[in-house]
Nanobody, 122 residues
Framework: ERQLVESGGGLVQPGESLTLSCTGS????????MSWVRQAPGKGLEWVSG??????TYADSVKGRFTISRDNAKSAVYLQMNNLQSDDTALYYC?????????????????WGQGTQVTVSS
């Protein structure tokens, strides 16, 4: 069974950092472009960052603050988030869905993981 499990979220103060992790199983992890996507309270899905074998890409809202990386040997993708702000508060998901596909979604599909909650508050 194909599965993605996110972890590492939490409650932090503005300016602090967190690292999210996502582990995949049930598919050939290394063959997929991996994305992090977030959903803020009351808002739609926002693609945050993606990585394949080329240079990673980032949404303008996180560029310079977030760093995505992957370890194919561990079937894992990470998101290092620095200088977190209140606008970063969201449920964060990892997915193999393409950014173009993500843009058509209004809610996380049933086959996504549970996500990991990031709350930035003083």
């Amino acid at each position: 069974e194909r599965q993605l499990v996110e972890s590492g979220g939490g409650l932090v103060q503005p300016g602090e950092s967190l690292t999210l992790s996502c582990t995949g199983s049930g598919f050939t992890f290394s063959a997929y472009y991996m994305s992090w996507v977030r959903q803020a309270p009351g808002k739609g899905l926002e693609w945050v960052s993606g990585i394949s074998t080329d240079e990673p890409t980032y949404a303008d809202s996180v560029k310079g603050r977030f760093t995505i990386s992957r370890d194919n040997a561990k079937s894992a993708v990470y998101l290092q988030m620095n200088n977190l702000q209140s606008d970063d508060t969201a449920l964060y998901y990892c997915t193999t869905d393409s950014p173009a596909s993500i843009a058509t979604l209004t809610a996380p599909p049933p086959d996504w993981g549970q996500g990991t909650q990031v709350t930035v508050s003083s």
